[in-house]
């Protein structure tokens, strides 16, 4: 299916709850809103011509320092889509406020994202509303601060292991 | 002592049984061993397994709750390996990544190298020239035999068959001396350029490919005679670890695992890049997703990259390079001066001696395999050094705030990496540092759905399944 097609049964669907869509380089991009991506997931998923049966990749990106951006919403929660079946991609983004930054989990959806948002809340502190073990993936448990944060100083040195003296 | 009497001095072993406790029958023998409570029943033992452990590959850890030697939970802790890999690429330009991204999956680096690249082109919206695919194609081929050979080997020695390790590991030297000829090194390579590679395939490439291959197809022949058909082998690969297709795809799995499991998925023929389009391969696949296929799918995957290889390089736009610099060819220091002089009147028409460090880069082997795009690649060296626009581009694109920069935007590119799709993400916001790098790695979600293939099993069967799952550290840590 085409990737403006696919944009467009999105955009019947949601309605006020898509926000925005693009096509830099070809890929097709939905910007979802919040109360809306889980709908979105699962409308990608479950419709026929649609069939997004796999969620290549789940990540995040800090927008804290991008030219343009300082006063719109701090982080954008990325989700890949695939379709076997019809072999073609997607991908979503849902916009997270900084003094909010939760979004509803995809766990129910696939068993992947469950890994995926622990990495996520790990490396940007996005919590998945919802999530079963929302627990750090890479990072240990006294870790404290999520390093992808564009405020995370790269050259900050933590204690690897053990507990606070 | 009479029989009965001793066995019934055996039976008072027996764990059931009342031991003598200051002359008491207070508590059983394994309530001594196990503590108050431990009782006659049973109770399940939690064993952890790794990091330390070698089966483990030295870092994830698998925290089993066992039944016996049943496997009734398990919780696969990740990590060790971080070094930060996206949060590194944030701080410096955009090529200063390309070694960072050999390590990620460090058996097959070339596949990373090149994943990254096409992803920054597409950001920036450049094409790299036809032979540079075809290097690409190549290249990425033979590193996919070595990651094929490495998972199987290491597997198969995991599981006793220490010779076929030995086999696999002299038929992945053959490839790796190529590898070497290529990029000058063995395993951190850093061969793949942003819009095209560091030099032209060396002369002669094509007869020592020849000849390697020749050597990999008589070990795995080899290989196959020793256990394809083993009954040792088949016994703890076939059934274990399986997964089904439906599962597998749930799961996000890509690669040789969903393969085995009869969906037939590949990132080459699905979305073709390069040259995957012009060449002629089949995707071999599995029905029962279980360890043996997956064994199976990566042997016949091997058989399949050496023919892309072979059409490849016949196909090759350009043909094999003949550098034939000597007699005509002038000191680089003489041809520095010339330019110092001012002398640089056809210069630029004057072929340079480079050094062999150098192979591969000269001016004519840049054309050919990178793109035409000042603002992407780096002059030739004898423009570098004989001309002041040569040497005013290699700095604009070397010094600091300068560089390779894509306009603001973002972008996905997935190759077929060994394990599956890779996929890299990059986000520009137009300077020329990435403002984000993300990297899908193939081997995270066959590891995260570790527990849902172990459970059930024996712990036993832990070491075939985690070895066909063919985890990497580099690349699942990051």
């Known amino acids: 299916m085409d990737g403006q097609a696919i944009l467009a049964r999105l955009e019947t669907r949601l309605g006020a709850r898509l926000l925005g869509t693009h096509d830099h380089r070809g890929d097709h991009t939905a910007i979802v809103a919040r109360e809306g991506i889980i709908e979105a997931l699962t ?68 068993p992947i994202a469950n890994w995926l948002e622990r990495e996520v809340w790990d490396m940007f502190g996005i919590r998945f509303a919802g999530h079963p073990d929302l627990r750090r993936l890479l990072m240990y448990e006294e870790f404290e601060g999520h390093p992808l944060r564009k405020d995370y100083p790269i050259e900050r040195r933590q204690p690897l292991i053990g507990p606070k003296v | 002592m009479t029989s009965d009497a001793s066995r019934q001095a055996r039976a008072g072993d027996s764990p059931g049984a009342r031991a003598m406790v200051n002359g008491e029958a207070s508590r059983t023998t394994r309530e001594l061993f196990l503590g108050e409570g431990a009782g006659g029943g049973t109770q399940n033992l939690t064993v952890n397994i790794g990091p330390a452990h070698p089966a483990m590959h030295g870092i994830i850890r698998i925290l089993a709750e066992l039944d016996g030697e049943i496997i009734v939970k398990s919780d696969v802790e990740i990590g060790y390996l971080h070094r930060a890999f996206e949060k590194d690429c944030e701080v410096g330009p955009w090529n200063n990544a390309m070694p960072y991204t050999d390590r990620l999956n460090y058996v097959s680096p070339l596949i990373n190298n090149f994943g990254y690249c096409s992803a920054v082109e597409k950001l920036l919206g450049i094409d790299i020239t036809e032979r540079c695919k075809y290097i690409r194609v190549i290249m990425s081929e033979i590193s996919r035999i070595c990651d094929h050979l490495t998972c199987v080997g290491a597997s198969a020695m995991e599981l006793g068959a220490f010779t076929v390790f030995l086999y ?40 020592k490919v020849k000849k390697a291959f020749v050597e990999v197809r008589q070990v795995l022949e080899e290989v196959h005679v020793l256990i394809t058909g083993n009954r040792i082998f088949m016994d703890r690969m076939v059934g274990v670890g399986a997964l089904s ?21 590949d990132v080459r023929k699905a979305q073709p890049y390069w040259a995957y389009d012009r060449v002629q391969f089949e995707i071999p696949l599995g029905k029962n997703g279980d360890n043996f296929d997956r064994y199976l799918v990566r042997m016949a995957e091997m058989e399949q990259s050496m023919r892309i ?36 009147e056809g210069l630029l028409f004057v072929p340079i001696a480079l050094s062999p460090n150098l192979q591969g880069q000269g001016r004519d082997a840049q054309k050919r395999v990178n793109a035409p795009d000042k603002r992407v690649v780096l002059p030739p060296k004898e423009n570098t050094y004989g001309s002041i626009e040569g040497l ?25 990496g060994a394990n599956g799709e890779l996929g890299f993400y990059v986000v520009s916001d137009g300077s020329d540092r990435p403002y984000r790098v993300r990297c899908r790695p193939p081997c995270l979600p066959p590891v995260a759905a570790m527990s849902r293939m172990i459970e059930g ?16 550290g580099g690349e699942l840590d990051r």
């Open chain 1, 43 to 110: 409308f990608s998923r479950d419709e026929s011509d649609l069939r997004f049966n796999v969620l290549m990749d789940l990540t995040a990106v800090d927008y804290l320092k991008l030219p343009g951006r300082e006063d719109g919403p701090r982080f954008d929660v990325v989700y890949h889509l695939y379709s076997i079946p019809h072999n073609h991609r997607i991908r979503l983004k849902v916009p997270v406020e900084q003094d909010d930054p939760v979004v509803p989990t995809a766990t129910s959806l696939w």
């Open chain 2, 168 to 207: 696999m590991i002299k038929a992945r030297e053959f490839l790796w001396e190529l590898v070497e000829d290529v990029t000058g090194a063995r395993l951190t390579i850093s061969y793949g350029r942003v819009g095209g590679v560091k030099a032209d395939l060396p002369a002669g490439f094509d007869d």
């Open chain 2, 245 to 265: 297709a439906e599962e597998t795809v749930a799961w996000a799995i890509t690669g040789p695992l969903l393969r085995a499991a009869g969906v037939p998925f």
């Open chain 2, 309 to 344: 290889v072979e059409q490849a390089l016949g196909a090759l736009p350009g043909g094999s390079i003949q550098v034939d610099w000597e007699g005509k060819a002038i000191d680089p220091a003489a041809y520095v001066d010339r330019g110092k002089q001012g002398k640089t």
């Open chain 2, 392 to 416: 005013m581009n290699h700095f604009m694109l070397v010094m600091e705030g300068f560089g390779i920069r894509p306009p603001m935007g973002e972008a996905y590119f997935a190759v077929e």
């Open chain 2, 457 to 472: 099993q024996m712990v036993a069967d832990i070491i075939p399944t985690f070895g066909s799952v063919n985890m990497i």
